[in-house]
């Protein structure tokens, strides 16, 4: 279900129309799309982030629990036979995940502006995918949570096409409209901007 719902998702946002971007090229659309999926992402990169890096380590954090979990979820049937530090490392992954997570929901209740701007359905999303990491390493220590772990994935993956965890497709789109944005631009960092004209295949 989720996947089919993701993949309409995905195809009826690909047929929209891009905006008609009307400034004169100065500079490499790939550049922009290059540097808006690496160094654009770095904590330096954003006002927000360079003045919150603790959240943002948290966010990481969060996501590469996420992340770590699918993986323990997509090859559960091949646990008995995989390596016991890979197990190992999964079940670290997931547990950090877990308790990101619910450190993230205790922040959205302790802090004034996140509390007011913190909607059901952010508290759902986080809820239940922290559930899920929590399930999940409990099922890499105890082969007895696995069922646990499964109800909590098919409650989560359920879920996702339809509250804030969608979001996951649309951060690539994002990330994409930024980086072209920049690169035709040339709205780059001086360490970061392209050198020299852009040819006719790089003006996208």
């Given at each position: ?39 654009g ?42 390596p016991?530090?890979?197990?190992a490392?999964?079940a670290v ?20 502006n996140?509390?007011q ?11 239940l ?7 999940t ?16 994935g ?51």
């Amino acid at each position: 279900f989720a996947v089919l719902a993701f993949s309409v998702r995905w195809r009826a946002t690909m047929r929209r129309t891009s905006p008609l971007d009307r400034a004169p090229l100065k500079g490499q659309a790939r550049s922009g799309v290059v540097y808006a999926f690496s160094l654009g992402m770095m904590p330096w990169a954003k006002e927000s982030t360079r003045r919150h890096l603790v959240a943002y380590l948290r966010g990481i954090g969060f996501h590469v629990g996420i992340f770590s979990g699918l993986l323990a979820l997509l090859v559960s049937p091949a646990w008995p036979r995989l390596p016991a530090p890979a197990l190992a490392a999964l079940a670290v992954a997931t547990a950090l995940g877990a308790l990101f997570g619910a450190a993230g929901e205790v922040m959205r209740w302790a802090e004034r502006n996140l509390r007011q701007l913190s909607t059901p359905d952010d508290h759902a999303s986080v809820i239940l995918v922290t559930v899920f990491l929590a399930a999940t390493c409990a099922a890499l220590i105890d082969a007895s949570w696995m069922p646990a772990m499964y109800l909590g994935g098919a409650l989560m993956l359920l879920y996702a096409p339809l509250g804030k965890i969608r979001h996951c497709i649309y951060f690539f789109l994002s990330r994409l409209f930024f980086g072209l944005f920049i690169g035709r631009r040339a709205i780059l960092h001086p360490h970061t901007a392209p050198s020299g004209p852009a040819t006719v295949s790089e003006r996208g």
